[in-house]
C-alpha cells in the first residue's frame, strides 16, 4: 500500500535533499572551524562573518566558500602537512630509541668483558632477555 502513496521518485528526491542537507551541514561546521582557526582575520571579521553565517545560513556560508574558499584550503593542506611531519617525527623517535633483543645481547656481552658482570649475571640477563 505505501509504494502508491510514495513512488520511486518521490524516495530519490527525499534523499537527494536528504544528502545535500548534510553536507551542507558539514560545509556549516567546516566554516565555522575555518572563521575561528583563520590567523590573517582580525576579531572584527571573524565576528562579521560569525554573524553572516548565523543570519543568512546558506548564502553566508556560500559566499564565505567563494571569497575564501582557496585560503580555506590552502589552510589545510599546511594543517595536513604540519600533522604529517609530527606523525613522521614521531615515528623515527620510537623507532630509534626502541632497540632490538640482538643489541641488548650485545651491550651486555661488553659490560661481561669490560668486567661491570659477572659470568652469573650475564647469564641471568641474557635468560631474561631472550625468554
Do not use: C, H, N
Not at 562579521?48 to 567563494?66: D, H, N, S
Not at 623517535?93 to 650485545?106: K, M, P, V
Amino acid at each position: 500500500m505505501l509504494a502508491y502513496d510514495y513512488p520511486i521518485l518521490g524516495v530519490f528526491w527525499t534523499m537527494l535533499i536528504f544528502f545535500l542537507w548534510f553536507a551542507w551541514l558539514m560545509l556549516l561546521f567546516k566554516v565555522f572551524g575555518d572563521i575561528f582557526r583563520s590567523e590573517d582575520l582580525g576579531g572584527f571579521s571573524k565576528g562579521l562573518w560569525t554573524v553572516a553565517v548565523i543570519i543568512f545560513p546558506f548564502l553566508g556560508v556560500f559566499v564565505y566558500v567563494i571569497a575564501r574558499g582557496k585560503a580555506m584550503g590552502e589552510r589545510d593542506i599546511a594543517r595536513a602537512r604540519e600533522s604529517e611531519a609530527a606523525f613522521r617525527s614521531y615515528v623515527q623517535d620510537a623507532a630509534a630509541s626502541s632497540t632490538g633483543t640482538a643489541d641488548e645481547l650485545a651491550r651486555l656481552a661488553q659490560l661481561r668483558d669490560s668486567g661491570v658482570l659477572t659470568d652469573a649475571e650475564f647469564a641471568q640477563q641474557k635468560a631474561k632477555l631472550l625468554g
